[in-house]
């Protein structure tokens, strides 16, 4: 398996409050990635990115931002949570990037409320 | 507008036959394809990808077949087993971009 550890696992919070989510890999993979998870959406892109200090936007990223200031870790953050932004956030990472496959976390669980 | 759709959100098969999970896609662009297996409380897992210059491509009891002109795929899981059980994404991508997924088909095998 590959070595992608995701925190929290699960986390309730209120509406307005700011929330960070890491995801940490032991892989050195140079590419990772944020995705939710909706029910009829399947897995849509938040931000990615391909190296230390390197992120892009994805498909969905209003309302998120991000951080990689080491290799290992790829922090996401909900700068003030809404309700809209309850879901399940899944890390990935890649040695490739999008022309090979993507291993995942196991994913975090937030409810905003 | 959904440019990556399983249009069967379940499908439930007797363990021992043939499963057939269904994709298609809108983007003529994408080259590159991926199935994704997930189970409960867990993330996705790769399965199994195929690239735009083949039509098929197999991985013991997983093949998938790619019909470009009808901008359609497909996986075949043959035997079934129980522990198929799971949710299947499909996922594509055009020229190493984003990958883009289906919102998923939840495969029930029957004892």
């Known amino acids: 398996d590959a070595g992608i550890t995701q925190s929290p696992r699960h986390k309730v919070t209120e509406t307005g409050t700011p929330v960070t989510l890491r995801c940490h890999q032991t892989e050195n993979h140079r590419y990772m990635y944020w995705y939710r998870q909706d029910p009829g959406h399947g897995l849509r892109l938040i931000h990615y990115?391909?190296?230390?200090?390197?992120?892009d936007k994805g498909e969905v990223s209003d309302g998120y931002s991000v951080s990689r200031s080491k290799t290992e870790d790829f922090l996401l953050t909900l700068e003030s949570a809404t309700s809209s932004q309850t879901s399940v956030y899944f890390c990935?990472?890649?040695?490739?990037?999008?022309?090979?496959?993507?291993?995942f976390g196991e994913g975090s669980r937030l409810t905003v409320l | 507008d959904q440019q990556v759709k399983q249009n069967s959100p379940s499908l439930s098969v007797q363990e021992g036959r043939i499963s057939i999970l269904n994709c298609d896609y809108t983007?003529?662009?994408?080259?590159?394809f991926l199935w994704y297996k997930k189970y409960p409380a867990e993330g996705p897992t790769f399965l199994i990808s195929?690239?735009?210059?083949?039509d098929k491509n197999e991985d013991g009891r997983f093949t998938v077949f790619l019909n470009k002109s009808a901008k359609h795929l497909s996986l075949h899981i043959v035997p079934s087993q129980p522990g198929d059980s799971a949710v299947y994404f499909c996922?594509?991508?055009?020229?190493?971009?984003?990958?883009?997924f289906g919102p998923g088909t939840r495969l029930s095998v029957l004892p």
């Open positions: 996922a594509a991508s055009a020229n190493g971009q984003n990958f883009v």
């Open positions: 195929i690239s735009s210059i083949k």
């Open positions: 990935a990472i890649s040695g490739t990037g999008f022309t090979g496959e993507l291993f």
């Open positions: 990115s391909y190296g230390v200090k390197d992120t």
């Open positions: 983007n003529s662009m994408f080259d590159y």
